[in-house]
């Protein structure tokens, strides 16, 4: 089945400091990723739709400044958590779009927990 | 735009019984996708079941099915025969076709199976 990965797992930040996380697809091509966060028990919420070669697409209320999204290539993309500050620790989840099925199915990465102290 | 509401935060079952969560959506849509995802402790969320709206069939996966209500805009889950790996958070998510693939989510239902 279709895999995504997520690198790290879990990171703990400085305030002030900037963090990337890694999006994969291992087995398949995704033209599209979606990044998510996540709040303890609570639903996902979309941050951004990342596009292959084009720029990412934010939900209103999403600073893109601050949360930089890079689609390099159709098997990764980037979220880089710019100058964080404690109120962006959270879950972050990305998922994956096989562009190639028939299927609109989109494929979860494992998520990363961020801390930032 | 679309939202999705699933009004039972916290749900238990007894092991091996039958659970239904429930998930009404709105929309003006006429061809969409509905889901039903799981996150266990791990957090992995994994796809359960997925219900095309053109489809009058019920979607079923194994000890997992479905009941779509296209009119009433209800798609609920059944879990039959409940397992204690069942125990997991449940999200109902829809998507419009043509959408990029973006999906609205609902906030959850948390399942606990009891042995």
């Known amino acids: 089945g279709a895999v995504v990965s997520q690198h790290p797992s879990w990171v703990i930040c400085k305030s002030g400091t900037s963090v990337k996380i890694e999006c994969r697809s291992l087995?398949?091509?995704?033209?599209?990723m979606f990044w998510y966060r996540q709040f303890p028990k609570q639903s996902l919420m979309l941050m951004a739709t990342?596009?292959?070669?084009?720029?990412?697409?934010?939900e209103q209320g999403v600073e893109k400044d601050k949360f930089l999204i890079n689609h390099a290539s159709l098997t990764l993309s980037t979220l880089t958590v710019t100058s964080a500050h404690p109120e962006d620790s959270s879950f972050y989840i990305c998922?994956?779009?096989?562009?190639?099925?028939?299927?609109?199915?989109?494929?979860f990465g494992p998520g990363t927990r961020l801390t930032v102290t | 735009a679309q939202t999705v509401t699933q009004s039972q935060p916290e749900m238990s079952v007894q092991e091996a019984e039958t659970v239904t969560l429930s998930c009404t959506y709105d929309?003006?849509?006429?061809?969409?996708?509905l889901f039903w995802y799981k996150q266990p402790p791990s957090r992995q969320m994994i796809l359960v079941i997925r219900?095309?709206?053109?489809?009058?069939q019920n979607a079923t996966e194994n000890r997992f099915s479905v009941n779509f209500q296209k009119a009433a805009k209800s798609f609920s889950l059944k879990i039959s025969d409940s397992q204690l790996g069942d125990t997991a958070m449940y999200f109902c998510?829809?998507?419009?076709?043509?959408?990029?693939?973006?999906?609205?989510f609902g906030d959850g239902t948390t399942l606990t199976v009891k042995p």
């Open positions: 990342s596009n292959e070669g084009s720029k990412a697409t934010y």
């Open positions: 929309t003006s849509e006429n061809n969409y996708y």
């Open positions: 998510a829809f998507m419009k076709l043509g959408n990029a693939g973006k999906s609205t």
């Open positions: 998922s994956a779009r096989d562009a190639s099925g028939g299927a609109y199915e989109q494929y």
């Open positions: 087995d398949f091509q995704a033209t599209t």
């Open positions: 219900q095309e709206a053109y489809k009058q």
